[in-house]
């Protein structure tokens, strides 16, 4: 079967990425069996990567427009636009913010044009890339504005999913206010995260996944004494997504559903807000866990980590999170062109 081709961006060059993208590619994983690799970023933050691990790459630099055309595994498309003394590690720089925005508008590109299938990226670091004057809250609208101004049609229902220890996870509402909730949280949105739940994990292969609901108020609301959104949009959604074909099993406290999830019993968890499934994530194995963009028309993952800047330059990073995240986009893009073809 014809490998999907994914590309893999750099990230923030004051960060880590370089330097896990080295360590994943260079190691054990098998990665480039998964997938035909096309790496996204400036030859020179590559190069300092390398000579800070140890290792070095087996890759050939092309053209975007050649990346169909030629067998090897590994290759490279060098934007020459980070000068890594630009870039200081451990420091947020606006210049790698602009390298970061400007590397993520060539992607989408590139799928337009139909270069590559799928979108996994070293970490980006959101304060550098809104230093570089990008007005937004994380890199997943700098995709949904690239793609618009491209004429992608776009799904209604997008977002972040979280994938630790083999458990997804998602959110109704995210970078908000707690004291906004009540503006995003209602019946429509809970849905849309149930559907966009369902479908994700189906790209990444899992079968009819089991999405476990969670409350938003301690104790399911105690039947209306502690809250009644439980009984007025909650309730409503799940039951409305069970009559569509989801499988729902069951609502749960917000202090209890990762109890519950992490002993096997659901595949995906949809939470209400930003805190109520991070919280447990990072408790769990936070170093190791993976966030997928969903809504797009190609599959988009990166490690959850961030770009570290405590440890960067060392080589001392672990690829864990984004041999994980690789994995993930793979598969994800395997689907999508299984899909196409079977259109």
């Known amino acids: 079967m014809l490998k999907p081709v994914v590309c893999v961006l750099l ?42 691990i140890g290792k070095s790459l087996d890759y050939e630099k092309i053209r975007p427009e050649d990346i169909r055309k030629n067998d090897k595994p590994l290759l490279m498309v060098d934007t020459g636009n980070m000068d890594p003394k630009n870039a200081p590690f451990g420091k947020v720089s606006p210049s790698a913010g602009a390298a970061v925005a400007a590397d993520i508008q ?10 590559v299938d799928g979108i996994c990226f070293a970490p980006f670091n959101k304060e550098a890339i ?16 690239d793609f618009s101004g491209l004429n992608v049609e776009l799904e209604e229902e997008f977002g972040e999913l979280n994938v630790v220890d083999g458990l997804w996870t998602t ?24 559907r966009l739940a369902d479908k994700s994990c189906r790209t990444a292969g899992i079968e009819n996944p089991r999405i476990a609901v969670a409350a938003l108020n301690p104790h399911c609301g105690e039947g209306g004494l502690c809250g009644n959104e439980e009984q007025t949009m909650i309730r409503p959604a799940m039951e409305k997504a069970e009559e569509e074909g989801y499988h729902i099993v069951g609502m749960y406290s917000p202090d209890t559903i990762f109890v519950h999830a992490f002993q096997g019993e659901a595949d995906v968890a949809v939470t209400m807000y930003h805190d109520q499934g991070q919280i447990a994530l990072k408790l769990k194995e936070f170093s190791h866990a993976v966030t997928v963009l969903a809504g797009f028309p190609v599959p988009i ?35 999508f062109m299984k899909q196409k073809m079977n259109a």
Do not use: M, W
Request: hydrophobic share 45%; glycine share 10%.
């Open 106 to 115: 060539s992607v989408c590109e590139f799928y337009v044009k139909g270069y």
């Open 171 to 194: 959110r109704v509402t995210s970078h908000i206010p707690l004291t906004h909730l009540g503006e995003y949280l209602n019946y429509d949105t809970i849905l849309s995260a149930i």
């Open 301 to 335: 993952g990166t490690p959850a980590h961030g770009t570290a800047h405590d440890i960067a330059g060392t080589g001392t990073v672990s690829d864990s999170a984004f041999v994980t995240a690789f994995e993930i986009i793979a598969r994800q893009s395997a689907s």
């Open 11 to 52: 990230g923030d060059a004051s960060g880590v990425g370089a330097e896990i993208v080295v360590k994943a590619f260079s190691g054990t994983a098998g990665l480039l069996d998964q997938a035909k690799v096309v790496l996204l970023g400036d030859e020179r933050v590559l190069i300092r990567a390398q000579e800070i």
């Open 130 to 145: 809104r230093r570089a004057g990008n007005e937004v809250a994380s890199e997943l609208e700098l995709f949904r504005a």
